[in-house]
């Protein structure tokens, strides 16, 4: 995410402090410094609180017309201060800032007049992601790390990138699942099971929130419960569609229990959840079970190239 800089232009004679050496190396360490995380902090809170209501879509007195045309060039200043002040000694109001930041460009599309708001904004989400966790790890240590980084991972990847734009563009072509940001961070086996844990545990506590709630049995309940199942199936789909990299790619790093575990967990569903599971009986040793999945896998998605790549390892048969 490159920062936003602004160019002056004077008559030469219209700042005598400029000609001034010791004016100038005032303003350069005054430059220098990150900007104070407190004051980034409110002014990105207000300005997602009004996105976030329409207040940028709509005509709202709290933001005037001019304003609402410029509101890309305020969401880049404000991007680029909050990752700036990352680097003050006390980061964590730039921390909340940057998490404000990343939770309204999951959320830009509704948020302001743009096909593709993060094109617009030129805002790379997995880079903006990737010095927030670095920031956590390296200020809070690991255990803090995890308890933010497992909920965010699986409130902010996307399957296919956070650009609603079609074809390439600058921003997409720079951005990469949020899975190959977090990998590299746990250099360890322990580093894994430890965020695997956090992982598993946020996972339970989405599937608890998601089952239905005990009640009468009724025709009332009966009906309402049937009317949301169609939206809680939806989200557990596009849930594991979202996080299929990094199931994938965590999958190899885990135990029986833990691999079990994930792989069978309620908060996914659909024929991604199948493959994990497909996944999880290969890495097991469980070959015809693997096949069993995969050849259902195919029968929901015949395209999918991972889904037959992985029915040729096990010697399923592909659809042609």
């Known amino acids: 995410m490159e920062p936003v800089l602004a160019r002056h232009r004077g008559d030469a004679g219209a700042d005598r402090g400029e000609l001034d050496p010791p004016a100038r190396e005032r303003r350069k360490k005054a430059a220098a410094q990150p900007p104070d995380p ?11 609180e009004l996105a976030e209501s329409g207040a940028y879509i709509a005509g709202d007195r709290r933001v005037s017309r001019s304003e609402r045309t410029k509101w890309r060039v305020t969401f880049r200043r ?48 997995s880079q903006a992601v990737s010095a927030l966790w670095e920031t956590v790890l390296d200020a809070r240590g690991f255990a803090e790390f995890t308890a933010r980084a497992a909920p965010q991972l699986i409130r902010w990847e996307r399957e296919y990138g956070w650009s609603e734009g079609l074809g390439a563009g600058e921003v997409r072509e720079q951005e990469r699942p949020l899975a190959e940001v977090l990998a590299p961070m746990l250099d360890a086996p322990d580093m894994w099971r430890g965020f695997a844990d956090a992982y598993l545990a946020e996972l339970d506590r989405i599937a608890a929130a998601e089952a239905p709630t005990p009640g009468k049995n009724n025709r009332k309940i009966r009906r309402d419960w049937a009317d949301s199942f169609l939206d809680r199936d939806y989200m557990k789909r596009r849930r594991t569609g979202n996080l299929a990299r990094w199931n994938s790619l965590l999958l190899e790093h885990l135990d029986t229990g833990r691999a079990q575990r994930l792989a069978g967990h309620a908060a996914f569903s659909g024929p991604d959840a199948d ?30 190239t991972e889904f037959a790549a992985f029915a040729e390892e096990v010697g399923a048969e592909v659809p042609r």
């Open 275 to 304: 493959f994990l599971k497909a996944q999880a009986a290969r890495l097991r040793g469980d070959v015809d079970e693997a096949l069993t999945l995969i050849t259902e896998c195919l029968k929901h998605l015949p395209g999918s």
């Open 78 to 125: 404000l991007a680029t201060e909050a990752q700036s002040a990352l680097h003050a000694a006390d980061s964590g109001p730039a921390e909340r800032a940057m998490e404000l930041m990343i939770d309204l460009a999951c959320r830009a599309q509704g948020c302001f007049r743009s096909e593709d708001p993060l094109e617009a904004a030129r805002f790379v989400v």
């Open 38 to 48: 407190e004051q980034v902090l409110a002014e990105v809170s207000g300005f997602a």
